[in-house]
């Protein structure tokens, strides 16, 4: 098999243990992974891991690690990809009587359903290889698809409420899709959609993304997922290259008794959505401020000819969604709302010159546009309701979450508001 090439901070996609973890006999299960890790062939000879508060399970430094020093390796044979786990798959089905032919259904699964499959059945088998990993991981998440109807209330206002019904049904019909394909095997067990829901968030939040003979897929790296998440100027690790698994070193002087961190995502930082429905919290000071709102779209069954125009061109600079990002480090005067108002304020004869709309059509335009788009930021702000003052300290978790993630959003949205506003008053006169 060809070795993998393992990238490791600018493709994470991980789980911090903070906020959202329920780990059954901890210390026991401990105990044992680091047992199992010796075994394996992983070698961390700095570092440990250890709970600590507000942080749950990290990773700390054991004594001083110079800049250039081994935090971790990580050998390829214990790198849960899907290949790996479709061969498990396989030769427990055979175990349990199966035949070869079978198993010919296995090839229609996702990605997602050989690994959340491979989970499943790993927890069952006493015998797993990966047994003190598997045991070692979380039971219970914070992320939003385990909400219920009146924790998801305190979302009200936000599309992170929207997509998590939408990601929840999602789950629903993965799950029915792989029980479509394991029931036409012989011997299988029963999944149920609980078990399903653990596998997909394991899989979720804690999946980095590793090359294989040239393609980017998910797998599961034992150890190194228990980094927790810092903002990028607390980054302390590099990966390096190694070609037989994935070698961590410090990049600057780790002291003794520090946690260690990474960042998650490719981009070093994820924002609050994302963190909240992925990884279950959410981050007072985010460093990606990014957040989505509806677009100012509306369906219409009966379009005139400057209409269809209008839909033309919202296509042709890809913004007809019905979701559009914002983010504080968009430029007002060019950004996707102020250019999806402009397209929408577009007169015949303005759409007859086919200017460029991300910037300036004329000043009729503009204004027309900053009016409807001013009207649409009230609207969405709107349906946060009144912001609530109680002392978030004292709320459950994933309230005090949901108040994190709204109260960023409301504040990005005011400051846009008030910037649009600003430059209501200050059009230029040309045009």
Same mark, same amino acid.
């Given at each position: ?33 680091? !047992? ?8 961390? +000879? ?11 399970? @990290? ?30 798959i396989k030769d427990r089905f055979i175990s349990l009587g199966s035949s070869p032919s079978d198993l010919n ?17 790993? =927890? ?46 999602s789950v629903k019909n993965n799950y029915a899709d792989l029980l479509k394909v394991v029931q036409k095997i012989?011997?299988? =067990? ?48 590099? !990966? ?72 033309? %061109?919202?296509?042709?600079? @890809? ?28 007169? @015949?004869? !303005? ?37 609530? !003052? ?5 709320? +459950? %978790? ?29 059009? +230029?006169?040309?045009?």
């Open positions: 098999m060809k070795s993998k090439s393992i990238p490791f901070l600018l493709l994470l996609s991980f789980l911090s243990i903070s906020y959202s973890l329920d780990v059954k006999d901890e210390k026991e299960n401990l105990s044992e992974l680091m !047992e199992w890790t010796v075994k394996n062939g992983i070698k961390m +000879p700095n570092i440990e891991i250890r709970n600590e508060k507000d942080f749950g399970r @990290g990773i700390f430094a054991t004594k001083d690690i110079q800049e250039g020093e081994t935090v971790l390796y990580i050998p390829n044979q214990v790198v849960i990809d899907p290949r790996t786990a479709i061969d498990s259904n296995l090839k229609s699964l996702s990605i997602t359903n050989i690994m959340a499959l491979f989970l499943i059945q790993q =927890t069952e088998l006493e015998s797993s290889k990966w047994k003190p990993y598997i045991d070692a991981l979380p039971t219970q998440f914070d992320t939003t698809i385990y909400w219920n109807e009146e924790e998801l209330q305190e979302l009200d206002g936000s599309l992170i409420k929207e997509f998590t019904e939408d990601k929840k049904e012989k011997e299988a =067990t029963k999944i149920t959609l609980d078990e399903y829901k653990w596998a997909v968030s394991v899989i979720w939040s804690r999946t980095f993304s590793v090359t294989i003979e040239g393609h980017s897929v998910g797998a599961l790296i034992p150890i190194a997922d228990m980094f927790n998440n810092e903002d990028p100027d607390q980054i302390k690790i590099k !990966e390096v290259g190694e070609g037989d698994g994935m070698k961590m070193v410090a990049d600057k002087l780790i002291k003794r008794g520090e946690q260690i961190f990474v960042p998650y995502g490719n981009t070093g930082s994820k924002p609050n959505g994302q963190l909240l429905m992925d990884y279950g919290f959410a981050l007072a000071n985010p460093n990606n401020t990014m957040i989505m709102i509806h677009s100012l779209l509306s369906s219409s069954q009966d379009e005139t000819y400057e209409e269809r125009e209008r839909r033309k %061109l919202l296509t042709r600079y @890809g913004l007809d969604s019905d979701h559009v990002p914002l983010s504080k480090l968009d430029s007002l005067a060019n950004g996707r709302l102020l250019t999806i108002a402009r397209i929408l304020q577009m007169n @015949g004869d !303005e759409l007859g010159r086919n200017p460029d709309p991300r910037y300036f059509v004329g000043n009729r335009n503009e204004k027309a546009a900053i009016r409807i788009l001013l009207v649409h930021l009230r609207k969405v702000l709107g349906g946060f309701g009144d912001e609530d !003052e109680e002392n978030e300290t004292e709320a +459950p %978790l994933r309230q005090k979450m949901a108040k994190i993630a709204k109260r960023e959003e409301i504040k990005l949205l005011k400051g846009f508001k008030e910037e649009l506003e600003f430059y209501r008053e200050n059009i +230029p006169k040309k045009g």
